[in-house]
């Protein structure tokens, strides 16, 4: 948690899901939590385990899908509990009002475009949640026409799922081009700046993060959405409640055939247990 006079710093974990070649879709996206609420994530997800009957003491790290289906760590258990626990799970984004800001790239799609075709799906996702985020925090004050306002108690402090050490690098590229170290110099295109995004990125391991295993299953849940797997209707409601699709300008109608909106998925047309 960081603290200045008066200011939280929002702490936005970002995870992937379908990012394997055999995957048709890949999900990146990341859930914004305010640091003065962190202590309100871990007890939520220490309620789920609890709630499902695990051994809090025990359990280091879950994945999404071993939750939802009872399996892994949750081997044994009564899959009823698991499923109910995974609802508690998404609860707390919307109880909460934790954004869950994604994108989702259409693999099928981008093998056609010359551009992107040799890059990282998730590095392109992440490119389009960056200017999200961005857009979220000037969201969250008032600003004047044609003007961007700054407020450090909407700073955002952008932390990633560990990943191999090339899209690593990637991203880290990705966004220092998005938040160079200098200052704003006349001819720069100021709206596609990071003003509220924090001036380093931070890699974590989701075994030591609960904010990364929050992200981990939103984004497994949107995964499946978007891709119509069997999914409980009432897990997928929860989401939608708070998910935002990365739609920043003037990429998001540049090249918006490579991406994929929830909003595009209703529920009746979702496969729903």
Known sequence: ????????????????????????????GGVVIPGDFFGHAEAWTQNVIEHVGANPDTLEEFKAGQLYFGNGPFDGLEKAKCRQGFLILMNA???????????????KQLQHERMFASAHP??????????????????????RDGMISVRY???????ADECDGGLKR???????????????RQGDSSLEWLFHVHDSMYFGKSVDSIGLQVANAANWTMHRLLSGSRTDANILDQLRSVAICA????EWT??????????DVSLLGAVSE
């Open 1 to 28: 948690m960081v603290w200045g006079e008066g200011v939280v710093v929002y702490l936005s974990y970002f995870d992937d899901s379908g990012s394997e070649p055999t995957s048709d879709i890949c999900v990146f």
């Open 93 to 107: 984004l919307k109880v909460n009002r934790w954004p869950f800001i994604y994108s989702a790239v259409d693999r």
């Open 254 to 263: 540049a090249h918006r055939k490579l991406f994929r909106d929830h909003a």
């Open 170 to 184: 990637q991203m880290l590229t990705t966004f220092r081009q998005k938040r160079p170290r200098r200052r704003i």
């Open 247 to 250: 739609k920043p300008e003037p």
């Open 122 to 143: 998730v590095d392109i996702a992440f490119r389009m949640c960056l200017g999200q985020l961005e857009l979220w925090a000037r969201s969250q004050h008032d600003t």
């Open 153 to 159: 108690e909407d700073m955002c402090i952008v932390i």
